[in-house]
């Protein structure tokens, strides 16, 4: 009775072990993956910003906060000042299709007349593209990412 009882022990014993050994597995395992998955999202972070500052910032300035008269004055050649990028202006009320076309092919995309500052970059690549939109979104406010997320049609 008492060795039967031992090997009942036993028993439950393994197969407890079992299933924490089997968890944990389970678990580093969910921990790679999202390792993996966020050093993809820096890296594209990286990029963006690094084509950022050498694209746009001269403009829309190294913190994206814009020129300083972006809303109440022109430049003097009469166009507009760049607005910030950083969720402070309006360029989260634009789709992200709409800010690619911005970005890639600039306002003359949406208006054939635009002749201002905000022009093309067709050097860029696709990826290039989505990766500077990456970091200009990593740079809103929690809440306007929120709200930017929750908008299906703009
Ligand atoms: C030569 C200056 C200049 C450069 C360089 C420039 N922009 Fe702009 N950008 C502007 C101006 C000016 C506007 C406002 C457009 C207007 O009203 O004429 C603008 C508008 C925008 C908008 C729309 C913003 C909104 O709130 O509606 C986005 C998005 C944008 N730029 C992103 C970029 C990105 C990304 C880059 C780099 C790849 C870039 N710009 C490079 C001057 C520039």
Same mark, same amino acid.
């Given at each position: 009775?008492?060795?039967?009882? &031992?090997?009942?022990?036993? &028993?439950?014993? $393994?197969?407890v072990s079992y299933f924490? *050994? *089997?968890?944990?597995?389970?678990? !580093?395992?969910?921990?790679?993956? $999202?390792?993996? $998955?966020?050093?993809?999202?820096? #890296?594209?972070?990286?990029? @963006?910003?690094?084509?950022? /500052?050498?694209?746009? #910032?001269?403009?829309? @300035?190294? =913190? ?5 008269? %972006?809303? !109440?004055?022109?430049?003097?050649? @009469?166009?507009?000042? #760049?607005?910030?990028?950083? @969720?402070?202006?309006? !360029? ?16 003359? *995309?949406? =208006?054939?007349? /635009?002749?201002? +500052?905000m022009q093309g970059n067709? +050097? ?5 593209? %989505?990766?500077i939109l990456a970091y ?9 990412? +929120? +709200? /930017?997320? !929750?908008?299906?049609?703009?």
């Amino acid at each position: 009775m008492k060795k039967l009882l &031992i090997l009942l022990v036993i &028993i439950i014993l $393994s197969i407890v072990s079992y299933f924490i *050994f *089997f968890h944990s597995k389970n678990s !580093t395992e969910e921990v790679n993956i $999202s390792n993996v $998955s966020l050093d993809e999202v820096s #890296a594209k972070l990286e990029l @963006g910003k690094a084509l950022y /500052y050498t694209h746009c #910032a001269s403009c829309h @300035g190294d =913190n994206l906060q814009g020129q300083p008269k %972006w809303k !109440t004055s022109l430049d003097e050649d @009469g166009h507009n000042y #760049a607005p910030p990028l950083n @969720g402070t202006g309006h !360029t989260w009320h634009h789709s992200e299709e709409q800010l690619y076309n911005i970005i890639r092919y600039g306002l003359k *995309f949406y =208006n054939e007349n /635009y002749e201002g +500052k905000m022009q093309g970059n067709d +050097k860029l690549s696709d990826e290039d593209v %989505w990766s500077i939109l990456a970091y200009i979104k990593s740079v809103w406010p929690e809440s306007i990412q +929120k +709200k /930017y997320k !929750t908008m299906t049609k703009h």
